[in-house]
């Protein structure tokens, strides 16, 4: 089987977790006992109130319990904790986030700079900025989510529980996959040989303005309905 390669992302949310799960590092005296050792739940996770069944024993149960049963350590572990993780951690972890995202990870800047399109700086007309824009996050999100590999791993996966009629479809998953690659493909390869084509033929008098201007068109049609199949794909290209 082929290995997904673990984003970035994946591995802090995978970290906080492992974090979450091993609870608080309070000593045991302090802290309050945790749904787990009060045989609650297997993992430290509870729903939400409104959201599962009525009777189930959710976070808002348990805090009224603790508040109740441990008040001095419901005060240190709870009401304190949340005070100085809103006043004194949340601003700092705010504000290196803030350096981060500024100097380092950029997320509020898209680069529209391609080797595909021939770009390195200048002026662009607003349509071209947003077939280029389009393109970078697709091939942003093809990237980071190894879209290739992640293909290979869910058919493998989608071969696995074919049997069973229940288990998860797999082919939403697939077909999304294979329709970003072939995108790909003809943004790198087919666009590109079609675009050279065309202007090979600029300035040919026996194509005629008329003609060429059509074949013009019928490209920038092909590029509109590219775009168009990826914003009806934009509900499912999320990380």
Same mark, same amino acid.
């Given at each position: 089987?082929?290995?997904?390669?673990?984003?970035?992302?994946?591995?802090?949310?995978?970290?906080?977790?492992?974090?979450?799960?091993?609870?608080?590092?309070?000593?045991?005296?302090?802290?309050?006992?945790?749904?787990?050792?009060?045989?609650?739940?297997?993992?430290?996770?509870?729903?939400?109130?409104?959201?599962?069944?009525?009777? @189930?024993?959710?976070?808002?149960?348990?805090? &009224? $319990?603790?508040? *109740?049963?441990? =008040?001095?350590?419901?005060?240190?572990? !709870?009401?304190?904790?949340?005070?100085?993780?809103?006043?004194?951690?949340?601003?700092?972890?705010?504000?290196?986030?803030?350096?981060?995202?500024?100097?380092?990870?950029?997320?509020?800047?898209?680069?529209?700079?391609?080797?595909?399109?021939?770009?390195?700086?200048?002026?662009?007309?607003?349509?071209?900025?947003?077939?280029?824009?389009?393109?970078?996050?697709?091939?942003?999100?093809?990237?980071?989510?190894?879209? @290739?590999?992640?293909?290979?791993?869910?058919? &493998? $996966?989608?071969? *696995?529980?074919? =049997?069973?009629?229940?288990?998860?479809? !797999?082919?939403?998953?697939?077909?999304?996959?294979?329709?970003?690659?072939?995108?790909?493909?003809?943004?790198?390869?087919?666009?590109?040989?079609?675009?050279?084509?065309?202007?090979?033929?600029?300035?040919?008098?026996?194509?005629?303005?008329?003609?060429?201007?059509?074949?013009?068109?019928?490209?920038?049609?092909?590029?509109?309905?590219?775009?168009?199949?990826?914003?009806?794909?934009?509900?499912?290209?999320?990380?």
């Amino acid at each position: 089987m082929a290995k997904l390669k673990e984003h970035w992302a994946t591995k802090m949310l995978t970290k906080r977790i492992n974090r979450f799960n091993k609870g608080p590092l309070l000593p045991k005296f302090l802290r309050l006992p945790s749904v787990i050792e009060l045989g609650k739940s297997k993992t430290n996770y509870l729903p939400i109130e409104g959201f599962c069944e009525e009777g @189930a024993y959710t976070w808002k149960k348990y805090n &009224e $319990e603790m508040r *109740k049963d441990y =008040p001095i350590k419901f005060f240190i572990y !709870y009401t304190f904790n949340y005070w100085f993780s809103s006043n004194i951690i949340k601003p700092i972890s705010d504000f290196k986030y803030w350096i981060r995202s500024h100097t380092i990870r950029k997320y509020h800047l898209l680069d529209l700079r391609s080797k595909v399109f021939d770009y390195n700086y200048g002026w662009l007309d607003s349509d071209t900025k947003m077939l280029l824009a389009i393109m970078k996050i697709m091939e942003d999100f093809i990237i980071e989510q190894d879209t @290739a590999n992640r293909l290979i791993w869910l058919k &493998e $996966e989608s071969e *696995k529980t074919k =049997p069973d009629p229940q288990n998860y479809d !797999y082919s939403n998953d697939i077909k999304r996959c294979k329709d970003l690659l072939a995108i790909q493909k003809w943004w790198r390869v087919e666009r590109a040989e079609n675009w050279k084509a065309l202007y090979d033929k600029c300035g040919d008098k026996s194509i005629g303005h008329k003609n060429y201007f059509e074949m013009e068109n019928e490209l920038v049609k092909e590029d509109d309905d590219v775009m168009k199949k990826l914003i009806d794909m934009r509900g499912s290209i999320w990380t």
